[in-house]
């Protein structure tokens, strides 16, 4: 009954022929011309391996990486550091992860200086940076070297869009999914009742905003009023824990790697759904609550599987 009251809730939003100023300003401000989504034949820009990289002895190989480190940040499409510091962080750390530079090999801040043309503060810090996610260790009379797998922060932003777009996509992708699966719906139910009437608005404007979307078959303005979504739904569930991994699935959603789930790609049924996740926690129903986004988060083996482009910072 509740999911389909939602559909047909859904389905009258999509016939209305008015659109709310803040579905009009994400969809306006999520034009194709600045989404960095990948044109037909550009999914995979960088140059990773065909497979995560083994220890590989000697040093490392710097061959086919940009030594213009103005090409590297255009080609990423930003970091989130500025400047030449965030793009190294960006190249170093996709060849890690990628598995180009593999466990245990060293890092020369000389050596990497002058392939990339940088000074020395600016390999010190981007090094600093990728420490502390887990990626590279530095200690005395050993130098900086690669850290295992099972040493990264895999739960960082950036590790998360590294992975999803190197050999390691299809683990990503499978582990974001299983992640999501287990956290959300018990969000969901937290969440039934105990949310602010701000937020209960907000979490009906995205879906009104998915809505119009489908529509207008505007993909990337229903992405990111879905990641808006889920994030929400995790910050008003009152456990501090699950509000701290609202981020990390609002970055998952950005990279997840296309349809996985039954929210990835844009359909009536899917903002049904949202619409009837809305209706629940409005109506402190943690039980329905909880069904609906279980259904949301339902894979859909039958929907091919792509790989998106870059996300913009």
Known sequence: MLFSKALKAAGDIADKGCVTTLAHTMMTAARPVDSGLAGHGELDRYPYGEAPGTDRPG????DGVDTEMGRVGRRAGGSRGRGLHGQLVQQLGQMIVSGDLGADRPLVPEEIGQRFEVSRTVVRESLRVLEAKGLVSARPNVGTRVRPVSDWNLLDPDIIEWRAFGPQRDDQRRELSELRWTIEPLAARLAAGHGREDVQQRLADMAEIMGHAVAQGDSLTFSRADAEFHALVLQITGNRMLEHLSGIVSSALQVSGGPVTGCDRPTEAAVGLHLAVVEALANGDA???????????????????????????
């Open 287 to 313: 039980q329905g609550a909880e069904g609906a986004m279980r259904q949301l988060l339902t894979p859909h083996p039958e929907v091919d599987r792509v790989v998106p482009a870059p996300r913009e910072h």
């Open 59 to 62: 040093n490392p190989n710097w």
